[in-house]
């Protein structure tokens, strides 16, 4: 990792770890949706900025995993084994996602995706019996570790940031093994790579799965912190938000999801004293960002430091087409 992105990264985590001592009720809230939000960019940053494949179909893994959690929470089962249960369909439902990759690819699986995210949502909607359709799934229990109860919105931050910190070591292990690379090779040319014999199939398919599962452990988090789910929630609308959100931080870029998530979480928040304008002003600010770094946020320092380096080497040129003695 690059050193600005260390210590980047310091920064970030001493604010996530000291930020509860100077924030209220709410402000503890609005952090642990972000830390929510990190994980299921996470997931998302990996097939779409790491496997180069097109995803508008995030929010229906969102969903898989909050309304497992919730159901299985209503029967009584332990949160500790609901978890697991909602990361375990949503890998299975990924590969199954994945398959259209195998066939199509750019503006076309990203149709195929959003299809599935709207078929999702509408058995969200319809299936009453399941799902209490609009009426949606209350009375969502918060874990306990022990005698530990986490029902307090503190209590649950910290649990919410070890599973960010814990899946992010994760997801840089992965992506430092021959399996990162894989992805990347997919990504940046998916001829050459299957040509020096990479399985392109397998490693297309395990980056919709992985990044499902991230996107189920997210889902599950979110149920049990505001404790009531429902359709509205999960939408193709949902989807572009976190598609937004990868892109806005730097798809590809380990920290993407961490600044791309703050600017769809957080910058929303504090954009509200604009009142019935602030939708405008984010839309605005997102769309002069695209314009200006169409890469993300984290793409900043590589321009600065293309841009050095290419007039350097325009002035490095400049010196070699003078005369010999005006060199000097």
């Known amino acids: 990792m690059k050193k600005l992105h260390i210590i980047l990264l310091a920064l970030v985590l001493l604010f996530l770890v000291a930020m509860p001592t100077f924030a209220k009720n709410y402000g503890i809230h609005m952090f642990t949706t972000w830390l929510v939000f990190i994980i299921a960019t996470m997931g998302l940053n990996l097939t779409v900025g790491y496997a180069g494949q097109k995803s508008l179909g995030h929010a229906a893994f969102f969903g898989i995993g909050a309304y497992t959690v919730a159901l299985f929470l209503k029967v009584g089962m332990s949160f500790w084994l609901a978890l697991p249960v909602a990361a375990l369909n949503c890998f299975v439902v990924g590969l199954l996602v994945g398959w259209p990759a195998l066939r199509v690819q750019t503006i076309y ?31 969502i229990a918060r874990p306990s570790i022990g005698s530990l109860s986490l029902d307090g919105n503190l209590a649950y931050y910290y649990l919410v940031l ?13 992506l430092r093994s021959p399996w990162g690379k894989a992805f990347t090779a997919l990504r940046d040319n998916p001829i050459r790579a299957e040509s020096l014999g990479i399985d392109t199939r397998r490693y297309t398919l395990l980056s919709f799965a992985i990044g499902a599962v991230y996107a189920g452990i ?12 429902d359709p509205a929630l999960f939408t193709v609308g949902a989807s572009i938000m976190m598609y937004l959100m990868v892109v806005v931080g730097g798809p590809g870029y380990f920290l993407g999801p961490v600044l791309g998530s703050a600017v769809g979480v957080v910058l929303p928040e504090w954009l509200r004293f604009a009142q019935a304008w602030y939708l405008f002003v984010f839309g605005t600010a997102v769309v002069l960002l695209m314009i200006w770094l169409p890469d993300g946020l984290l793409s900043l320092p590589d321009r600065l430091r293309a841009r050095r380096q290419s007039r350097l080497a325009s002035a490095a040129r400049a010196r070699q087409a003078l005369p010999r003695g005006d060199q000097a």
């Open 109 to 139: 699986l990203a149709f195929a995706t959003l299809g599935f995210n709207t078929a999702m949502w509408l058995v969200m909607r319809n299936e009453e019996w399941l799902t209490g359709g609009t009426f949606g799934i209350n009375n």
């Open 162 to 174: 070890c599973f960010t910190l814990v899946l992010g070591l994760l997801l840089w292990g992965l």
């Open 218 to 229: 997210a889902g599950g988090l979110y149920a049990s912190q505001v404790q009531f789910i």
